[in-house]
C-alpha cells in the first residue's frame, strides 16, 4: 500500500495518455502480460511504407505501466519499423525522466508488446 | 481543491487534546521512570496512570496485565514469540488466520526455525476463520492461536467470543491482534475470552510510538528484547513517555466516544458502499454486515488499484490499495487471496476507511471520484470482463 514517487511526465501521460483506443483491421497487433504482477497491454498499429502512421493501445496495469505504453506509442509514432524495432525499455523510462526501480519492469511491457505488434505486422507480410 | 483523507487505517492524525496532555511530557517532565528521584517519580506517575487506563479501556484484571511497547509490531512479536518460546514444553504448534497482519504471520512464521509449526486457518469469502476447521486444525499440540479482533483491508469482525470457546477447549492460548478494530469496537478481555492483546497506540488517535500487549494473569512470557528489565523485565528500554501518556489518554477520550463516533460516521459509510456498488462490475469485500464501522472496500473488475490510488489522489482523495502493483513485492495482498479472489481480482482493490475529519459532505464527492476514476481507467483497459 505504498504510494510510488513518479515524475512529473509520467503523471501527465498517466493522467492525459496519448493514443489510447483500438485500432480496427489493424496491419499489426501485439499483446503482452506481464509476468511480475499480472498486468496486460495491447498495441495496434498501421504502416505505411514502412512507416507506423498510427498506434493505439489498451492497458490494464499501474500507473506506470499506463504512462509507459503512452510514451511507447508517441516515440513510435512516425518512425520505420526498424527504428520502432531498436526502441527499448530504457528509452522510454528516459523520455518518462525515469522510473522508480521497482517499476522498470512496466516499461519492458511497454516495448515488448510494440515488438510484438511489428512481429505481427511482418508475419502477416510474410504470409501475403 | 479539499483534500479528504480516507486512509486512517494507515495512519490517524494525533488528537490536538492528546498532544496537549502528553506535551509536557516531552519538553518539562525529563525524569526517567526509572530514576528515583522526583523528577523519576512524576514520570512514573504518569506512565502508572497510562497503564491504568489502558487496563480499563479493554476491562482488564488489573494494570499490571499491561505491557508498553514500541507499537503494534512489537506486542505482535512480543506476544507469540515471548509466549511460545517460554511454553515449548506444553506444544510446538502455532494456528493463526490466513489473514493476518504481516507483524503477526513473520513472527510465526520464523517460530518454525526453531521448531514450531505453523497452522494456517482458512477464513471463508467474507473473511470470516471457518469454525468448522477451527475444531480440527487446533489441537492439543497447538500452544497458541492468533485470530485479529478485525481486518484493516476487508474491514471483516471476528466473533471473538465464539472462536475463543472452541479455542480454550483445545487448551490453547489465544492471542488477538486489535489494532484495527480497538478504537470502533468496545473490548473486554474478560468477557471475551482473550488471553493475549495488541494495541497500537495511533490507531487510537495517540502519538505513534506506542504500543500494548495485555497479558491474562499466570501467562508466563519470554522476553524478546533484554536491558535494563523494563516493564517488568519482558520488555526492556526506557519507555517512550511521550507516546505512552498520550496513548493512555488516547484510549481514555475513544473509550468516552466510541459509541458516538461509530454512530456518527456508519451512517456515511453506507450511503458510500450503497453507491459505489451501483457501478457496473462492483464489489464490495469483506462482511457486508460483519464489519468495521469506518470501513468500506471494494474491487472493480478490469482495472488496477495503484492507478485508482493515483487518480483518485488527483481528484483530492487519499485511499489505499492491495493490489499486487503498489506492494513492494508485486505480490497481490494475502488477505484478498485468502478470501479467495483470484489474482486479477484481487488487483482492482479500493480501502476506504473514515475517521474524525470526515464530513458528510465529503461523501458525494467521494463516490463521483470513484465513478469518474473507474470509468476512465476502464476506457484505458483490455480487460471487458
Ligand atoms: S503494471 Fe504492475 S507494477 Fe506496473
Given amino acids: 500500500m505504498t504510494q510510488v514517487g513518479y515524475s512529473k511526465k509520467v503523471m501527465d501521460h498517466f493522467m492525459n495518455p496519448r493514443n489510447v483506443g483500438v485500432i480496427e483491421n489493424p496491419d499489426g497487433y501485439g499483446k503482452v502480460g506481464n509476468p511480475v504482477c499480472g498486468d496486460v497491454m495491447e498495441i495496434f498499429i498501421k504502416v505505411h511504407n514502412n512507416i507506423i502512421t498510427d498506434i493505439k493501445f489498451r492497458t490494464f496495469g499501474c500507473g506506470s505501466a499506463i504512462a509507459t505504453s503512452s510514451m511507447v506509442t508517441e516515440l513510435a509514432k512516425g518512425k520505420t519499423l526498424d527504428e520502432a524495432l531498436r526502441l527499448t525499455r530504457k528509452d522510454v523510462a528516459d523520455e518518462l525522466d525515469g522510473l522508480p526501480p521497482q517499476k522498470m519492469h512496466c516499461s519492458n511491457l511497454a516495448a515488448d508488446a510494440l515488438h510484438a505488434a511489428i512481429k505481427n505486422y511482418q508475419q502477416k507480410q510474410k504470409l501475403k | 481543491m479539499t483534500r479528504i483523507y480516507l486512509d486512517h487505517a494507515a495512519a490517524v492524525p494525533v488528537d490536538p487534546r492528546v498532544i496537549e496532555f502528553a506535551q509536557p511530557f516531552l519538553s518539562q517532565i525529563i525524569g526517567n521512570p526509572s530514576s528515583l528521584h522526583s523528577a523519576g517519580l512524576a514520570a512514573r506517575q504518569a506512565l502508572e496512570e497510562a497503564r491504568q487506563k489502558i487496563a480499563r479501556f479493554i476491562n482488564a484484571e488489573d494494570e499490571h496485565t499491561i505491557l508498553f511497547t514500541s507499537g503494534a509490531t512489537e506486542a505482535n512479536n512480543l506476544g507469540i514469540r515471548g509466549t511460545a518460546l517460554r511454553n515449548k514444553t506444553k506444544g510446538t504448534a502455532v494456528a493463526v488466520s490466513a489473514i493476518e497482519h504481516i507483524s503477526v504471520l513473520n513472527p510465526v512464521k520464523d517460530l518454525t526455525k526453531q521448531g514450531f509449526t505453523m497452522v494456517s486457518l482458512p477464513v471463508d469469502s467474507t473473511g470470516c476463520v471457518k469454525q468448522e476447521d477451527l475444531s480440527n486444525l487446533v489441537t492439543k499440540d497447538t500452544i497458541l492461536t492468533s485470530i485479529q479482533y478485525a481486518n484493516n483491508e476487508i474491514g471483516t469482525i471476528q466473533p471473538?467470543?465464539?472462536?475463543?470457546?472452541?479455542?480454550?477447549?483445545?487448551?490453547?492460548?489465544?492471542?488477538?491482534?486489535?489494532?484495527?478494530?480497538?478504537?470502533?469496537?468496545?473490548?473486554?478481555?474478560?468477557?471475551?475470552?482473550?488471553?493475549?492483546?495488541?494495541?497500537?497506540?495511533?490507531?487510537?488517535?495517540?502519538?505513534?510510538?506506542?504500543?500494548?500487549?495485555?497479558?491474562?494473569?499466570?501467562?508466563?512470557?519470554?522476553?524478546?528484547?533484554?536491558?535494563g528489565g523494563q516493564e517488568k523485565g519482558l520488555r526492556s528500554g526506557t519507555e517512550n513517555l511521550f507516546a505512552i501518556v498520550g496513548m493512555g489518554e488516547a484510549a481514555r477520550l475513544i473509550q468516552q466516544e466510541q459509541h458516538q463516533e461509530r454512530h456518527r460516521l456508519q451512517p456515511m459509510r453506507d450511503t458510500l458502499i450503497k453507491e459505489i456498488l451501483t457501478i457496473d462490475r462492483s464489489f464490495l469485500t469483506g462482511h457486508p454486515q460483519h464489519r468495521l464501522p469506518h470501513h468500506a472496500s471494494f474491487r472493480f473488475s478490469g482495472i488496477e488499484g495503484e492507478s485508482i490510488l493515483l487518480n483518485m489522489d488527483i481528484e483530492g482523495i487519499q485511499i489505499s490499495t492491495g493490489s499486487a502493483c503498489s506492494s513492494k513485492t508485486l505480490e497481490p495482498s494475502h488477505v484478498l487471496l485468502a478470501i479467495g479472489l483470484k489474482h486479477e481480482e484481487a488487483h482492482g482493490s479500493m480501502v476506504l476507511t473514515l475517521g474524525r475529519s470526515t464530513t458528510p459532505d465529503q461523501i458525494p464527492q467521494v463516490i463521483q471520484a470513484t465513478k469518474k476514476t473507474v470509468d476512465r481507467l476502464r476506457a484505458l483497459s483490455p480487460l471487458t470482463m
Fill in chain 2, 160 to 227: 471473538i467470543r465464539e472462536l475463543s470457546k472452541i479455542i480454550h477447549d483445545h487448551g490453547s492460548y489465544l492471542h488477538v491482534d486489535a489494532t484495527a478494530a480497538a478504537a470502533w469496537i468496545p473490548i473486554d478481555v474478560r468477557r471475551d475470552g482473550i488471553d493475549l492483546l495488541t494495541l497500537s497506540s495511533n490507531d487510537l488517535a495517540g502519538p505513534q510510538g506506542a504500543g500494548v500487549l495485555y497479558v491474562k494473569p499466570g501467562i508466563k512470557l519470554q522476553p524478546i528484547i533484554l536491558g
